[in-house]
């Protein structure tokens, strides 16, 4: 099956199965290594503070001026759920990889070298790599300067949700910031 999404026509469910399959493993090498203490919510004020600001964010991508104009308008009505799972998907398993694993990691990493504002480094190499691999979309037909518009917000993207990781303790509210910036 495939549909319309995001300009992008064709885009298979079996790269969504691919992703549900990367999620399954993801979830195996977190059981496997304690991690999931990355899906509990640090409940501190300063946590939801710095939510509450990404959500703000988040809700100024939507086209809130199309929709109440009615020049909003969905591809294929059909498909909307499709499109609301896609972006489920993705968000989980983006926030899985890079908030949950490589930010732990990196963490982890660089907590043991003698740099100065470790934080900011692991947030921005964190962000760096996110944004990055949205080079990916080239392949799917996307022209080049939309990716590197697409790269440099996404870059922006990943300090707002790598904040909130670090923040929350947590990749629960990365990943609900995330459903909704998509």
């Known amino acids: 099956i495939a549909w319309a999404f995001n300009g992008y026509e064709n885009v298979e469910l079996s790269v969504y199965s691919i992703r549900i399959l990367f999620i399954g493993i993801f979830l195996f090498l977190f059981y496997k290594y304690g991690l999931f203490g990355y899906f509990k919510i640090n409940s501190s004020k300063g946590s939801w503070l710095v939510f509450i600001a990404v959500m703000l964010i988040a809700l100024n991508n939507f086209p809130f001026v199309s929709v109440l104009s009615n020049s909003a308008e969905v591809v ?106 998509n």
């Open 76 to 181: 294929k009505d059909a498909f909307y759920w499709q499109y609301v799972l896609a972006m489920l998907v993705v968000a989980f398993t983006e926030e899985i990889v890079f908030r949950g694993f490589i930010l732990a990691f990196m963490a982890k990493y660089f907590a043991e070298k003698p740099i100065k504002r470790r934080t900011f480094v692991v947030i921005l190499i964190n962000s760096a790599i996110f944004a990055l691999t949205h080079f990916i979309n080239l392949f799917s037909g996307a022209n080049i300067g939309g990716v590197f518009l697409q790269i440099g917000y996404t870059f922006l993207i990943g300090v707002t949700l790598a904040l909130v990781a670090i923040k929350s303790k947590s990749i629960i509210l990365p990943f609900i910031a995330h459903f909704i910036y």
